[in-house]
C-alpha cells in the first residue's frame, strides 16, 4: 500500500467513527459554543453589558459592540477545541495502534513508520479541525448573515495550519510515548500537555499577564500565535500584520516536521532490525 494508501485509510477511519461517536461530536461543539458565550454574558451578572463591552474594546484595543464580543469570543473558544482534539487524538491513536490493536506489525508490512507517523500527524488534524469547528457555520451565520461563513472559512484557514503544527508535534510525542517511555495512559500525557498549552497562550487574557514559564512553553507551540492570529482575522481581516504569526507557524511546521521524520526513521530502521 501507498502512502496514498494510507491516506485513504485514515479518512475512511475518521467518518466511520463519525457516525459511530456522533454524540461525542455533539458535545465537541456544543462545550465550546456555551465557553463563548459564556465568557461575554458571565459577567453581565456583575455589571451592565456597556461595562462589559467596554472591558472587551479596552483588553483587545479595538472598540467593539455585542456582536463584535460574541464573533470575537466564539472564534477564540475554537482553538480550545482543536487543541485539545489534536494532541489527545494523535497521541492516543499512535499508541492504540502499536500498543493496544496488535497492528504494529500489519503496518510494517505495508508503509514505514516515518510514513506512517506523518500521514498520522496530517490527516487527523486536518479532518478534526473541520469536524470540531462545524458549530462556527451556524453561530457566525446568525451574528453576521453570510459574512459569517466566509469568516468562518477564514478561521478555518488559521486553526488548519496550527493544527498540522500541532499534529506533528503530538506525533513526536506519541512516537516518544510508545517506543522510549513505559506509559501506560498516554492520555495522562496529552490531557497535561493541552492545558499548559492553552494557558500559557493568552486566550482571553493580554500575554503580557501570563506568567513567564506558562508563556515560554507555549512559545514553542504553535498556539500562541493562532491565538494572535484569529484576533487579527476578526477584528482586521487578513491584514499585512498576519504575516508575523503566520511565519512563525511555518517555522515552527518545519522544526516539527523535520524532527518528526528523523525519530520515526530512526524508530523504524531500529524496530525492523529486531
Known amino acids: 500500500m501507498s502512502i ?18 456522533i454524540g461525542d461530536y455533539v458535545t465537541i461543539w456544543l462545550l465550546p459554543s456555551i465557553y463563548g458565550l459564556g465568557i461575554v454574558f458571565l459577567p453581565t451578572l456583575m455589571s ?11 483588553l483587545f484595543n479595538h472598540p467593539m459592540g455585542l456582536t463584535d464580543a460574541l464573533v470575537l469570543s466564539l472564534s477564540l473558544s475554537a482553538i480550545l477545541t482543536v487543541v485539545a482534539v489534536t494532541v489527545g487524538d494523535v497521541v492516543q491513536t499512535l499508541y492504540a495502534e502499536f500498543k493496544v490493536y496488535g497492528s504494529f506489525t500489519i503496518i510494517l508490512e505495508i508503509v514505514s513508520v516515518s510514513a506512517y507517523v506523518l500521514a498520522t500527524s496530517f490527516m487527523r488534524p486536518l479532518i478534526m479541525t473541520v469536524l470540531s469547528t462545524l458549530y462556527l457555520i451556524p453561530a457566525l451565520s446568525i451574528l453576521l448573515g453570510p459574512a459569517g461563513l466566509y469568516l468562518y472559512f477564514q478561521l478555518l484557514i488559521a486553526l488548519t495550519l496550527s493544527s498540522l503544527v500541532l499534529g506533528v508535534l503530538s506525533g513526536i510525542t506519541g512516537v516518544l510515548i510508545v517506543f522510549y517511555t513505559n506509559v501506560k495512559r498516554p492520555w495522562s500525557v496529552s490531557s497535561t500537555i493541552v492545558p499548559i498549552m492553552l494557558s500559557g497562550a493568552g486566550v482571553y487574557i493580554p500575554i503580557h499577564l501570563v506568567p513567564l514559564i506558562l508563556k515560554t512553553i507555549s512559545s514553542i507551540t504553535p498556539v500562541p500565535y493562532t491565538v494572535e492570529l484569529i484576533q487579527l482575522i476578526v477584528l482586521k481581516g487578513f491584514s499585512l500584520e498576519v504575516s508575523t504569526p503566520l511565519v512563525i507557524i511555518a517555522m515552527l511546521f518545519t522544526a516539527y516536521y523535520l524532527t518528526a ?6 524508530v523504524d530502521v531500529r524496530v525492523r532490525k529486531g
Request: charged share 25%; proline share 0%.
Open 261 to 266: 521524520f528523523g525519530i520515526s526513521k530512526n
Open 48 to 58: 451592565d453589558i456597556d461595562f462589559v463591552l467596554q472591558r472587551f474594546s479596552n
Open 4 to 21: 496514498r494508501g494510507v491516506f485513504t485509510a485514515l479518512v475512511y477511519r475518521e467518518v466511520v467513527w463519525l457516525k459511530r461517536f
